[in-house]
């Protein structure tokens, strides 16, 4: 998971249902305090990702709030995800879960219940954590969802990373068509340098999705493709 370009996948959207979104944003910013508003935001986009990664779609509390046991087990499998889907430090690591058990344990107040609150260690992971990890490797996983969670990055010429928004086309085109793409402009990052790289994808990706594109004709002519051409033809 890469946390930076959660809040551009719009397939993250769907995952929570409109109430309950709203209630989680309303605690989030009541016990977030003086948090940012991009961390506060984050938040919820972390918690998203991981309704994501089950496949789950509209997901409301109603369904975590009739057994204690099973939010707590819910939260537990959220605090697993975050420590094992990303490759951030454990204090970015840690700053998250604390984030996120603030507003658990907030939910579960609302409802006149409690989760166990857990402290997270900045250095190592400690031993709650590990439960979690566990028991969210042992949760049937999709290598499709997750790669869709790492987004898209590619490397300059100068070895620099650069980050791709492939998003609006994994939704129109699909997962191959857009893996296609990806490895086209991986290879072309290779020959730019940073900051005229970040130019022209941005151009690119603009006409790419301002047009119609035929998968299957597309498809045949993909590896002969300089996206250089496509600007100069467009």
Same mark, same amino acid.
């Given at each position: 998971?890469?946390?930076?370009?959660? &809040?551009?996948?719009?397939?993250?959207?769907?995952?929570?249902?409109?109430?309950?979104?709203?209630?989680? @944003?309303?605690?989030?910013?009541?016990?977030? #305090?003086?948090?940012?508003?991009?961390?506060?935001?984050?938040?919820?986009?972390?918690?998203?990702?991981?309704?994501?990664?089950? #496949?789950?779609?509209?997901?409301?509390?109603?369904?975590?709030?009739?057994?204690?046991?099973?939010?707590?087990?819910?939260? =537990?499998?959220?605090?697993?995800?975050?420590?094992?889907?990303?490759?951030?430090?454990?204090?970015?690591?840690?700053?998250?879960?604390?984030?996120?058990?603030?507003?658990?344990?907030?939910?579960?107040?609302?409802?006149?219940?409690?989760?166990?609150? @857990?402290?997270?260690?900045?250095?190592?992971?400690?031993?709650?954590?590990?439960?979690?990890?566990?028991?969210?490797?042992?949760?049937?996983?999709?290598?499709?969802?997750?790669?869709?969670?790492?987004?898209?990055?590619?490397?300059?010429?100068?070895?620099?990373?650069?980050?791709?928004?492939?998003?609006?086309?994994?939704?129109?085109? #699909?997962?191959?068509?857009?893996?296609?793409?990806?490895?086209?402009?991986?290879?072309?990052?290779?020959?730019?340098?940073?900051? &005229?790289? @970040?130019?022209?994808?941005?151009?690119?990706?603009?006409?790419?999705?301002?047009?119609?594109? =035929?998968?299957?004709?597309?498809?045949?002519?993909?590896?002969?493709?300089?996206?250089?051409?496509?600007?100069?033809?467009?």
């Amino acid at each position: 998971m890469n946390t930076t370009i959660l &809040s551009k996948l719009s397939l993250l959207s769907n995952t929570m249902s409109k109430p309950y979104r709203s209630k989680l @944003r309303e605690i989030v910013n009541t016990v977030g #305090g003086n948090t940012s508003k991009y961390h506060k935001e984050q938040s919820l986009n972390i918690y998203a990702a991981f309704l994501y990664s089950q #496949g789950l779609d509209n997901f409301n509390e109603f369904e975590l709030i009739n057994d204690k046991s099973k939010l707590q087990e819910h939260f =537990d499998y959220l605090i697993g995800f975050v420590y094992s889907s990303q490759s951030n430090n454990l204090n970015t690591k840690r700053t998250q879960a604390y984030a996120l058990t603030k507003v658990f344990a907030q939910l579960a107040k609302d409802y006149n219940l409690a989760i166990t609150k @857990r402290s997270f260690n900045r250095a190592r992971i400690n031993s709650y954590a590990q439960s979690c990890i566990e028991k969210y490797q042992a949760l049937p996983t999709s290598q499709e969802r997750s790669d869709y969670l790492d987004g898209w990055v590619v490397t300059s010429q100068s070895r620099e990373k650069v980050l791709l928004n492939l998003d609006a086309l994994y939704v129109k085109y #699909g997962r191959d068509f857009s893996a296609k793409i990806y490895e086209i402009l991986k290879r072309y990052a290779l020959t730019q340098k940073a900051n &005229s790289l @970040r130019t022209r994808l941005a151009d690119i990706m603009n006409l790419l999705e301002s047009m119609y594109l =035929d998968t299957t004709l597309m498809t045949e002519s993909l590896e002969g493709l300089d996206p250089d051409e496509i600007l100069l033809t467009h």
